[in-house]
């Protein structure tokens, strides 16, 4: 995951999208340590990136012809 992607939280993708502004570790550098702060429609939240899924990712390009 990185910054600019769109994301659901798994288990409350009715909830809305969100979009990652903040990718960090926490203390250790496992996959289960990673962290995202998250600006959601009512607001930012910090959580880990297993809880969330990714929809759109920042990194895709679309060219129209």
Not at 7 to 20: K, L, S, T
Not at 30 to 51: D, F, L, R, S, Y
Request: hydrophobic letters at 30%; one cysteine or more; a negative charge.
């Amino acid at each position: 995951m990185k910054v600019g992607d769109l994301v659901v939280q798994r288990g409350w993708e009715d909830d809305g999208f969100g979009i990652i502004i903040k990718t960090y570790n926490t203390w250790s550098t496992g996959p289960e340590h990673k962290c995202a702060t998250v600006q959601w429609p009512g607001g930012t939240v910090n959580m880990h990136i297993t809880q969330l899924e990714v929809i759109t990712s920042e990194s895709r390009r679309h060219c129209i012809n």
